[in-house]
Structures are given as structure tokens and as C-alpha cells.
């Protein structure tokens, strides 16, 4: 609903602020998310129609394909270095499996955000087409998958992604652990209120 934004990413008010338990709760349905998403047997194709940082752009990468409207004014990356957060492992296995090693490393150690022809050029996005083609396209591409035997694709799909999955599986309470100690930080605290008051400052 909001124009020039695919996906603003995780709310961080809600990881501001709040109780371990709330913290705990969030980070679980944070990773169900991804689990589904990134797990779903079904053909998933991304239709970026604009900005998506950090969790956005998590969501874009657990998709099958993504196409991203061509504008420069528009990125897409895990950017959370740039706010005093590291993001989780599943978030880096789920960018080294899209991009590389290399592109993931540099790019999450700088937060970069990357402008759409640069998301191209990286593999972060596998197609830029002008804004107002843009469902036309993913509804093309969408077609193209789902005219291939679906048995094979699916078992194909499962293959490649099976590792990452069990990897959060296997150690899903050591990451929302991990997630509660790492947030609780008063440092960090301090990092996501300066942020949100730029964005409430931004937007007045």
C-alpha cells in the first residue's frame, strides 16, 4: 500500500523498547516466515516495485525469481550493518546462495543498499523492467515455471534449499538466544531509537 516501497523490512518498533518475551515471540515469527517462504514448494516470484532494505530484501531473496521495477531511485539489501545489527546466518546462507560468497561478504560487512541497475549487475535481482510492466512481467515469468512438470521442479527446489532450512532448524532457540542477548544491548537500544527518530524526522 505504500508506493515506491516493495518492503520496508522487519518493524523495528518491535525490537525497541520491549520485553525478552516479546523479543522472543517476534524473532519466532521471523524465522516461521522465512521457513514457509524460502521452504514453500511453490513457484514464488518477486515483483520488487520499489525500496526493500534488510527484511524486504530477505523476502525478495527467499523467492524463486525476482524482477525489480527499473529505477535508479530504488534499491534493495541487507543494510543491517548500517544500524549496529548483524544479521542472522539464515540471512547471509539465503544471500550467498543468490549472489556468491564474495558479493554477500562485502555487501553485508558495508549494510550496502544496492540501486537497481547495481542489483542487476550483482544477481541480487534477475531482471529490471520499466514500473508499469512490472506484474505483467511476473505474471509472465510465473507462467513460464508453471508450465514445467511440477513434481521435478518441487523436488529440485527442496534439494537446493535443504541445507539452509535444516541449518535454522536445527538451531532455532540458539538463534532467538542469540537474537534477545544481541538486541537487548543497550548500545544497540540506543542504535534503533536514533534511527527511528531520523525516520520520524524524515517523515515530518
Not at 145 to 172: E, G, I, S, Y
Request: hydrophobic letters at 45%; glycine letters at 6%.
Amino acid at each position: 500500500a505504500v508506493p515506491k516501497v516493495f518492503s520496508s523490512g522487519l518493524d523495528i518498533t518491535e525490537m525497541c523498547g520491549k520485553s525478552v518475551e516479546h523479543y522472543a515471540e517476534f524473532w519466532r515469527a521471523v524465522q516461521e516466515m522465512w521457513l514457509r517462504l524460502y521452504g514453500s514448494n511453490m513457484v514464488t516470484v518477486a515483483a520488487v516495485n520499489g525500496s526493500s532494505p534488510a527484511g524486504g530484501c530477505l523476502i525478495a531473496l527467499s523467492c524463486d525469481y525476482r524482477i525489480m521495477a527499473e529505477n535508479p531511485k530504488f534499491s534493495i539489501g541487507l543494510n543491517e550493518a548500517q544500524l549496529g545489527i548483524v544479521a542472522p546466518f539464515w540471512f547471509k546462507d539465503t544471500f550467498v546462495n543468490v549472489v556468491g560468497h564474495r558479493i554477500a561478504e562485502r555487501s553485508l560487512q558495508l549494510g550496502c543498499l544496492h540501486p537497481a541497475p547495481e542489483a542487476l549487475k550483482l544477481g541480487v535481482v534477475d531482471e529490471l523492467v520499466p514500473e508499469e510492466k512490472l506484474m505483467e512481467k511476473a505474471a509472465a515469468v510465473m507462467a513460464q515455471w508453471l508450465a514445467l512438470p511440477d513434481h521435478a521442479r518441487q523436488l529440485t527446489k527442496t534439494m537446493m534449499r535443504k541445507v539452509a532450512l535444516d541449518r535454522l532448524v536445527a538451531h532455532r532457540e540458539e538463534d532467538i538466544k542469540n537474537f534477545i542477548t544481541f538486541v537487548s544491548k543497550e548500545s544497540i537500544q540506543k542504535s534503533l531509537r536514533m534511527y527511528m527518530e531520523m525516520l520520524k524526522k524524515r517523515k515530518s
